[in-house]
């Protein structure tokens, strides 16, 4: 028997090699260096003593096994995927896809200096806060507005600056979690605001607000929207109006975290009615919290609206600094925005209304060209009804009637899903009854191709 490790070869060796020549030119000596020698030490560690080695690594055999490790450190953690789920904000794939627009902006801001904190008409320091203001305060109908980093950072941001070590009162049927395992108590007290708990799960009343306003130090009202499921039944709870009353009898704000960031009338999207901003505020709300990256369709955001006065001290609060938004975010948000100005616009431009807007017969019709496709490949595929959701915690229960691409491959539909997870371009569908559906309002016409070429590699593998 042969003991393959004395034909191991040297680092030195290797490098001489012409297919190492070119490896260098492609990745630096640095990096082919530091690769040959673990791939030399993974596999003197994976042979031991008395093992039948077997022959030697040709001289090949080694240029392609670095090339691959090489390779393999280059594919990059975070990568784009083909959303096969029918679920246009799927919190785990990323939420809301951003529009040309959008990406155009933040790569512009990305490339080089910006006047992110400079005034350029005066030639003095400027405010990074500015940017977008005026865009969001004529869309909602706010005297003024204020981005932070995310929609959570906005509330421990607003708590913190109106209610620091004082009491806010809550309805505890608005006690929600809001993903991640974090909840509102929690964020609560982590603004450093003392959650004063009113009325029942299921029922709490002007009353019990009121109660706890004349009992407690109570400096401000908070209102949730309960955007992630909902309670039917024998309820009852405090309009807005009703608290936004109270609030400006006490003399303290009223806060209403909406969260879902829905700027249209949701009937041009085929949607039930889902409370906007601009309702909250004609409805007497003092600071509203909404979401960049859900039903607005921008970058990951925290939209602050409301009071000139409070967003001035929420300005001057240094969580505002820790809390702030990039110049990339900015731009993206801003680019977004400008779209709302012409509704149609926006309906046709921003990635997520279009998926929620979209008509069953476009859906139906690009299901059918991607079976067809498959079809002429010799796969079979069939057009099957869909249901989606609207996703990112908001409208549940709202089913999407969609269109989908079903395939039941002979190697199975869990082997055919990771092969797709995991391929070159990487989709994600979803799987029913032993098949695997893949459902097309969330799959954009420029991505067909895309799928088509993942699917028909994926299932000859399989098969």
């Known amino acids: 028997m042969t003991d393959a490790r004395r034909h191991l070869p040297s680092v030195d060796t290797l490098l001489l090699e012409e297919e190492f020549q070119e490896l260098q030119r492609r990745f630096g000596r640095e990096r082919v260096v530091r690769r040959i020698r673990a791939e030399i030490e993974r596999v003197r560690s994976s042979w031991s003593s008395g093992k039948d080695f077997g022959e030697p690594l040709a001289r090949a055999d080694w240029g392609a096994l670095v090339a691959s490790a090489l390779e393999t450190e280059d594919v990059p953690s975070l990568r784009a995927v083909i959303n096969a789920t029918g679920i246009v904000l799927h919190t785990n794939l990323g939420r809301a896809p951003l529009a040309e627009a959008a990406r155009a902006a933040m790569a512009q801001a990305a490339h080089g200096y910006s006047n992110l904190e400079f005034n350029l008409l005066e030639g003095v320091r400027g405010s990074r806060y500015d940017h977008c203001a005026d865009l969001f305060a004529r869309l909602s109908g706010a005297e003024v507005a204020l981005v932070v980093n995310n929609a959570a950072g906005a509330l421990v941001l607003a708590l913190n600056a109106v209610a620091a070590g004082r009491g806010v009162a809550v309805s505890r049927g608005e006690l929600v979690e809001i993903g991640g395992g974090f909840r509102i108590p929690e964020i609560m007290e982590r603004s450093g605001a003392r959650m004063v708990e009113v009325g029942a799960t299921n029922r709490t009343r002007l009353e019990d607000f009121r109660a706890a306003v004349e009992t407690t130090d109570v400096a401000a009202l908070l209102k949730v929207h309960r955007s992630n499921f909902r309670m039917t039944g024998f309820t009852e709870e405090a309009s807005l109006g009703e608290l936004a009353n109270l609030a400006h009898e006490r003399g303290i704000p009223l806060l209403h975290d909406l969260g879902s960031g829905l700027f249209l009338d949701p009937r041009q999207l085929g949607l039930p009615p889902e409370p906007r901003?601009?309702?909250?505020?004609?409805?007497?709300?003092?600071?509203?919290?909404?979401?960049?990256?859900?039903?607005?369709?921008?970058?990951?955001?925290?939209?602050?609206?409301?009071?000139?006065?409070?967003?001035?001290?929420?300005?001057?609060?240094?969580?505002?600094?820790?809390?702030?938004?990039?110049?990339?975010?900015?731009?993206?948000?801003?680019?977004?925005?400008?779209?709302?100005?012409?509704?149609?616009?926006?309906?046709?431009?921003?990635?997520?209304?279009?998926?929620?807007?979209?008509?069953?017969?476009?859906?139906?019709?690009?299901?059918?060209?991607?079976?067809?496709?498959?079809?002429?490949?010799?796969?079979?595929?069939?057009?099957?009804?869909?249901?989606?959701?609207?996703?990112?915690?908001?409208?549940?229960?709202?089913?999407?009637?969609?269109?989908?691409?079903?395939?039941?491959?002979?190697?199975?539909?869990?082997?055919?899903?990771?092969?797709?997870?995991?391929?070159?371009?990487?989709?994600?569908?979803?799987?029913?009854?032993?098949?695997?559906?893949?459902?097309?309002?969330?799959?954009?016409?420029?991505?067909?191709?895309?799928?088509?070429?993942?699917?028909?590699?994926?299932?000859?593998?399989?098969?």
């Open 277 to 463: 901003a601009s309702e909250s505020l004609s409805q007497g709300a003092d600071l509203v919290v909404v979401s960049g990256d859900k039903l607005f369709g921008g970058p990951q955001a925290g939209i602050i609206l409301g009071r000139a006065d409070l967003i001035g001290t929420l300005r001057a609060n240094p969580l505002c600094r820790a809390l702030r938004v990039d110049k990339v975010t900015l731009a993206g948000l801003e680019a977004t925005a400008r779209l709302y100005l012409d509704p149609p616009r926006a309906i046709r431009e921003i990635p997520t209304l279009r998926m929620l807007a979209e008509d069953d017969a476009s859906i139906r019709g690009r299901a059918q060209a991607v079976a067809d496709s498959l079809g002429e490949a010799g796969i079979v595929a069939e057009v099957v009804r869909s249901g989606g959701a609207v996703g990112g915690g908001t409208y549940p229960g709202v089913t999407l009637p969609s269109w989908a691409v079903a395939l039941e491959p002979k190697g199975g539909a869990t082997a055919l899903s990771a092969l797709l997870r995991t391929g070159t371009t990487a989709v994600v569908g979803r799987i029913e009854d032993a098949r695997l559906l893949l459902d097309v309002r969330t799959v954009a016409p420029e991505e067909v191709a895309g799928l088509i070429a993942a699917l028909t590699w994926a299932v000859r593998s399989v098969s």
